[in-house]
């Protein structure tokens, strides 16, 4: 469902649905530099650049660039030196949202949390006590 909502980047009113994150104005111009970096990289020549070439050659925001890549709309493979950066450690990554140290980081976390909560858990169990009267009649 729609509502309506200030555009994080003018600050503007608009409508904000799932399609659009920006008003209309600033979707324009997201459009724009989309337009731009995508025309430079699919240059023969420019298929290799770097994200800091990319920015310096198109003007564009790198901020944009990464959103362009998060979208799907430019597609890695094609462009073997573009990246993004990790959510949780910021190292530049290809896919996903965790470059593999932070993910073996969280598993590690994770299996540790496991082990202590069964530890605990058999703790619990061990300190009740149980009477058993046997009575030989």
């Known amino acids: 469902m729609s509502q309506l909502d ?6 503007q009113i608009y409508i904000k649905n799932a399609f659009r994150e920006v008003c209309e104005t600033c979707y324009k111009e997201e459009e724009a530099k989309y337009n731009t970096v995508y025309k430079y990289i699919r240059q023969r020549e420019n298929r290799t650049a770097t994200m800091d070439q990319v920015v310096e050659d198109t003007g564009v925001e790198e901020y944009l660039i990464i959103k362009f890549i998060r979208k799907g709309r430019i597609q890695l493979a094609h462009f073997p030196n573009l990246g993004y950066p990790c959510d949780r450690c910021g190292r530049i990554i290809r896919e996903d949202k965790l470059c ?27 300190g009740k006590t149980y009477h058993v009267i046997n009575k030989k009649f």
């Open 6 to 11: 200030n555009c994080p980047n003018c600050g």
């Open 100 to 126: 593999q140290n932070c993910k073996k980081d969280i598993h590690g976390q994770l299996s540790q949390l496991e082990r202590e909560e069964e530890r605990e858990r058999v703790i619990r169990e061990e």
